[in-house]
């Protein structure tokens, strides 16, 4: 009998546990024993294991986090901890691991294929900045968590005529600003990917003033140069000239909480079983994501040498929405 592993590693996304319970599920089914690894890679170093059958995942679907836990594990970047790893892996007789995670994950679920284990990813990450899939597991949600958040402020600031400025999470990745901004019809957007001056976001903020606005909500990514506490600093240092007061709101891990939305709990659940599917089959080395609206593998070796790029028409689409 098959003995499969899994595990979720690094930030928790929303529909995490939808995964996990649709790759018990789909193990069990084919008559496998599917042992879960608990708090991440520290939990495969360690000998966390412990195994789960269909009732053991049932009513996580909805749940938000992950039942398994999750944590960072610095080991798990070096050859020893890898080999670790996979010689944990090896006592525990699992023949095939399957990893669900983001950028950090997949680096160390490459790293334990390169030793010679037989690995599967899942993509997932709110932040979106993974290589192999359009969308990643908890990335929605996360805009959403986002958008209801700028809505909320945007009442307050045209009952109180003010500028907000909205920070997002997403590390170096602008994809859950450009997102919230343009679903929140945001007056600007802030985003890694595209240079920002800020003084050109006075002068797009005035020019809104001067169209009859009296308000407006700046979205800002954590990771653009001018996040949300240096914009914030610059427009109190020459706040006379530019002519504004901005409140800030940074929206934090608040965007990697909560239950999972429709979409996130049916991706997981497809990205989950066609892992199964695909140790089924004897494939490894692999990533299961969202590629032209079909799921589909992408070798890690790509995964973690390549990064998800943006795409610059919806910035577009977000100026032109500013009116």
């Not at 039942?67 to 996979?86: D, F, I, W």
């Not at 600003?177 to 990917?193: D, T």
């Amino acid at each position: 009998m098959k003995r499969v592993a899994v595990l979720t590693s690094g930030g928790d996304a929303p529909g995490m546990n939808a995964a996990v319970r649709a790759i018990v599920r789909a193990g069990v089914d084919r008559g496998w024993t599917m042992i879960g690894v608990g708090h991440g890679y520290s939990g495969l170093l360690g000998g966390d294991f412990v195994e789960l059958g269909a009732r053991d995942v049932g009513g996580i679907i909805n749940r938000g986090g992950t039942m398994l836990g999750s944590s960072r594990c610095p080991s798990m970047k070096t050859e020893a901890g890898q080999r670790q790893g996979v010689d944990m892996l090896a006592r525990h007789g699992v023949e095939s691991l399957i990893v669900i995670g983001g950028d950090g994950s997949q680096k160390g679920a490459f790293g334990l294929a390169t030793m010679g284990a037989r690995v599967v990813g899942v993509a997932s990450t709110i932040d979106n900045d993974l290589f192999g899939s359009e969308v990643s597991i908890g990335a929605t949600t996360a805009v959403d968590v986002a958008l209801e958040a700028i809505d909320r402020l945007r009442t307050t600031a045209a009952s109180h005529e003010r500028a907000f400025l909205v920070e997002v999470m997403g590390r170096n990745c602008g994809y859950l600003g450009l997102m919230a901004g343009i679903a929140g019809g945001a007056e600007a957007i802030v985003i890694p990917e595209v240079q920002t001056d800020p003084e050109k976001i006075a002068a797009e903020l005035r020019a809104c003033r001067e169209r009859g606005k009296r308000h407006a909500i700046v979205v800002v990514a954590e990771g653009a140069p001018y996040n949300a506490e240096r914009l914030s600093a610059y427009f109190r240092e020459h706040g006379a000239r530019l002519g504004f007061d901005l409140r800030v709101t940074q929206l934090g891990h608040v965007q990697r909480g909560g239950d999972p939305g429709g979409f996130d709990r049916i991706l997981a659940t497809r990205l989950g079983a066609a892992a199964v599917d695909c140790v089924a089959r004897g494939e490894h080395g692999v990533l299961m994501g969202l590629l032209h609206g079909k799921v589909a593998a992408t070798p890690l070796a790509q995964v973690v040498s390549q990064k998800q790029t943006l795409d610059h028409d919806l910035l577009a689409l977000a100026q032109l929405m500013v009116r």
